[in-house]
């Protein structure tokens, strides 16, 4: 799955507990509220966070961001992402088990 | 050697680079740089001082809605900055590109809860498209070049820049050629399968429908959505913010949907089989219950938010970009024919679900209903030049939506997501700078007018003369009693309101009164305060327990539509 999806479905829910468990990872640039920002979207749209990791990006002026998260709209979570002014790119994948 | 600047200089002078010609403010310690740089740019930086930030934020976002540029207000640190928060958040629901610049403590003590100092980085993330923390002088060119960009690109929006009176205060040699900063480019390029796929949809439908939303407007899309109507015949909804993107008194106009929207409007979305959606985010107040919302039709949506798509209604078509672009995409691809028959069963329903029937059942003695107020204001501006209207939040609201027949893009502004009851009249005060030679009118109740009214002072002391405000005083908070009486067995909890006189108000802040108690009054009324050279207040004291109907019940499908109240609505 990445980012870039548009389509207007939400993911189907399924009765499997790890279906909807998706990793987040995304490239932001390092500026002061840019983790707060990303961190306070999750809290603010109701996305629970169940593990967080913040480090050094792609480039010298970036950061990583890798987030698991449980959802059944990871679509629409990831758009909400990348529309933040520092948010880079985002991808989203199911979690290896 | 170039000369040395302050940093409040050359932030008035970026301001004003950017194409800023007037801000709305409050100083205060943390601002006050900046406001002793300001007289040396009067001439092209216009400054209005309000009664409250409050105040100055709404005025900056009535300036935006009125002009389509961008509204700037100006606050000190810490209350200043918090009491900036309403219209920040009400600029963020309604996508009105804001610029809030807010002093900040020094540098030096930042973090140690110095006097005004507060965390306004952390309490405007949630509610704007971003937010800066300046502590250098260097910064400030980039800063505010960037905050426009932000606020101007794609869906428009606000942007706080909190500036520490240190970064104010330094000297520096700007450079002004520095390299613009760049941010994420708003889609540019519209899928052409999309189109297509939309276009086909929209060629075959039985039953179209266009609802036009605040997009249509900020894209300056209302021709291109006029022509493309024309060319296909498919009638056109208008939200409440899309009032003004589609003529009403054209043959394709329908009128608004939702939860105060009219009953053909609302069967008309159930009955549809496609409808395309342009610059609207599927509010609640649109839609009812999400899940029965136009549950026949194969949805296009087009917006320049991609976040909106999918968000609240299941799309079968999403189109991401502008909305003039995709109408004059759409207007190619699609080709023109005939909704004679759909339109005709939908004014059948009309005929059938008279829409302002309801209003029109008035007493017969001279007591004054609120429906007098716009039928009379309806027939007036008829034969008046240019002018614009700002309602509050509320009944009044409401019925201004529904009666007023709206013609014209920006002649409609109001809080529609937030819901910010006090926004009009600092509103109008933005929007009669931004149209010196326009009348600007306010509608608003009297709980709303009480919150903001302290900017009458304001109005006066900038000799503002283009703002008359009619008050429909019903001595309640009308819509929460209307909610009461309706679902909660008239318990009229906290709804019963007392007020000024507000006519001797007006005059104790300089401004014209007048209060209107019989029906027959109520034109020569608006006709004085239209021919009076300076702003007026008209206290329209209307029967008190007046609802506004239709009414969708909060959670429940715009198909179940109360059109009257269960027992008489009227008190005798």
């Known amino acids: ?97 | 050697m170039s000369e040395t600047r302050t940093g409040a200089q050359i932030l008035c002078e970026a301001l004003i680079r950017e194409g800023a010609e007037v801000v709305f403010g409050i100083p205060g310690g943390a601002i006050m740089p900046f406001y002793h740089a300001l007289p040396e740019f009067q001439h092209q930086l216009r400054h209005v001082l309000c009664r409250h930030e409050q105040g100055a934020g709404h005025a900056a976002e009535g300036y935006a809605r009125a002009s389509g540029k961008v509204g700037i207000c100006v606050a000190t640190s810490g209350p200043g900055a918090t009491n900036l928060v309403t219209p920040i958040a009400d600029a963020w629901m309604d996508s009105t590109p804001l610029i809030a610049i807010t002093g900040q403590v020094s540098s030096g003590v930042l973090g140690t809860d110095a006097f005004q100092e507060t965390d306004v980085i952390g309490i405007t993330t949630p509610i704007t498209k971003h937010n800066r923390l300046v502590t250098r002088a260097e910064e400030i060119i980039d800063a505010v070049r960037e905050a426009f960009l932000i606020a101007t690109t794609g869906r428009p929006g606000p942007v706080v820049l909190d500036i520490t009176k240190d970064a104010q205060q330094a000297r520096i040699v700007p450079d002004w050629d520095a390299p613009y900063p760049t941010i994420k480019a708003a889609p540019t390029t519209i899928d052409p399968e999309r189109i297509r796929a939309a276009a086909r949809l929209l060629a075959e439908a039985e039953r179209p429908l266009i609802l036009a939303g605040n997009g249509v407007i900020w894209s300056g899309a209302t021709d291109a959505l006029r022509r493309f109507a024309e060319k296909t015949g498919i009638p056109v909804i208008t939200t409440l913010h899309g009032k003004g993107a589609f003529p009403e008194d054209h043959p394709l106009a329908l009128g608004m949907p939702g939860m105060h929207g009219w009953v053909h409007v609302n069967k008309a979305i159930q009955e549809c089989d496609v409808l395309l959606n342009i610059g609207s985010r599927f509010d609640d107040r649109v839609t009812g219950k999400a899940s029965t919302f136009a549950p026949n039709a194969k949805i296009i949506h087009v917006d320049i938010d991609r976040a909106e798509i999918g968000k609240i209604i299941r799309v079968d078509v999403p189109i991401v970009g502008d909305a003039r672009a995709a109408l004059e995409e759409l207007h190619a691809a699609t080709p023109a024919r005939d909704c004679s028959g759909w339109l005709a069963r939908i004014r059948a329903l009309q005929e059938r679900h008279q829409p302002r029937q309801q209003y029109m059942k008035r007493p017969a003695t001279a007591q004054l209903m609120p429906a007098d107020v716009y039928d009379a204001f309806n027939r007036i501006a008829l034969d008046r030049g240019p002018h614009r209207v700002v309602t509050d939040v509320g009944q009044h609201q409401m019925w201004a939506a529904q009666l007023i027949e709206w013609r014209n893009p920006r002649s409609h502004i109001t809080s529609g997501g937030a819901g910010t009851m006090g926004f009009s009249l600092p509103a109008a005060l933005g929007a009669a700078i931004a149209h010196p030679n326009e009348t600007i009118w306010v509608i608003c109740g009297d709980g709303g007018f009480q919150m903001t009214n302290q900017e009458l002072a304001t109005i006066q002391q900038e000799g503002i003369t283009n703002i008359k405000v009619a008050i429909i005083n019903n001595g309640y908070l009308g819509m929460v009693r209307q909610w009461q009486e309706l679902f909660e067995n008239r318990r009229y909890s906290g709804t019963p309101l007392s007020g000024p006189d507000f006519a001797r108000l007006a005059e104790a802040y300089g401004v014209r009164g007048m209060r209107v108690e019989h029906v027959d009054d109520v034109d020569a009324a608006i006709t004085e305060a239209w021919d009076t050279d300076g702003c007026v207040v008209i206290d329209f004291r209307v029967e008190r327990e007046v609802n506004v109907f239709p009414m969708v019940p909060q959670g429940k499908s715009i198909g179940e539509m109360l059109t009257e109240a269960p027992e008489p609505a009227l008190a005798v």
Do not use: C
């Open chain 1, 1 to 97: 799955m990445n980012g870039t999806n548009d389509s207007g479905a939400t993911t189907p829910r399924s009765g499997a507990d790890d279906s909807n468990r998706h990793i987040l990872v995304a490239q932001l640039r390092d500026r002061p509220n840019t983790l707060e920002r990303a961190v306070g979207l999750f809290r603010q749209r109701g996305y629970a966070i169940e593990r967080l990791s913040w480090t050094p990006g792609d480039t010298p002026d970036s950061r990583k961001l890798e987030v698991v998260v449980e959802t059944d709209r990871v679509d629409l979570l990831v758009r909400q992402l990348e529309r933040l002014v520092d948010v880079l790119s985002v991808h989203a994948a199911v979690p290896a088990r």
